[in-house]
T-cell receptor, first 116, second 109 residues
């Protein structure tokens, strides 16, 4: 059981370039999330999805776009990368948050992204 | 605003007990999670509290006081592999997780 898989694991971009981070989960979870983790700060939610075809903004959505065309996949796009987007990006998934209050989020191994 | 406070770093000795505190101020409360994160790895779920009191899971226990906005994670019989960051997260009224910056725990022989 692979759980949550993120690709790529590392990437270096130049300012202004675009890229897409891929997240796939095989646990049939409804909810999926994209976070960024920066030194000295807690995980910050970028965007999330409560089901196939739905997306919503989190705490720090600017400069990012997402899509959830299939239940198992959640894509994070950077249209024009900026140095401030240098970070470690984590994807997570969980059962629905409403009725399953104690369902934890399961995380992928992260994507380390550097913008020069 | 919403805020989760944890100590930045703690040091403890192998075989000892350590308590990592977490205080929170959030818009609503729908449960508190503790995660462990080894350097360069993903966070992994440790425990969940939604009612006041102590939840025990082997060497790890977590306590919650909703009236005080306070939780702690207690690690017993510390092992070198427990060296990691410990993240506290609160689910708010919108069922979103608000994360603390984490406590880096260093275990010395």
């Amino acid at each position: 059981n692979a759980g949550v898989t993120q690709t790529p694991k590392f990437r270096v971009l130049k300012t202004g370039q675009s890229m897409t981070l891929l997240c796939a989960q095989d646990m049939n979870h409804e909810y999926m999330y994209w976070y960024r983790q920066d030194p000295g700060m807690g995980l910050r939610l970028i965007h999330y999805s409560v089901g196939e075809g739905t997306t919503a903004k989190g705490e720090v959505p600017d400069g990012y776009n997402v899509s959830r065309l299939k239940k198992q996949n959640f894509l994070l796009g950077l249209e024009s990368a900026a140095p401030s987007q240098t970070s470690v990006y984590f994807c997570a998934s969980s059962y629905e948050s409403g009725s399953g209050y104690n369902q934890p989020q399961h995380f992928g191994d992260g994507t380390r992204l550097s913008i020069l | 605003g919403q805020n989760i406070d944890q100590p930045t770093e703690m040091t403890a000795t192998e075989g000892a007990i350590v308590q990592i505190n977490c205080t929170y101020q959030t818009s609503g409360f729908n449960g508190l999670f503790w995660y462990q994160q080894h350097a360069g790895e993903a966070p992994t779920f440790l425990s969940y509290n939604v009612l006041d009191g102590l939840e025990e899971k082997g060497r790890f226990s977590s306590f919650l006081s909703r009236s005080k906005g306070y939780s702690y994670l207690l690690l017993k019989e510390l092992q070198m592999k427990d060296s990691a960051s410990y993240l506290c997260a609160v689910r708010d009224s919108n069922y979103q997780l608000i994360w603390g910056a984490g406590t880096k725990l260093i275990i010395k022989p």
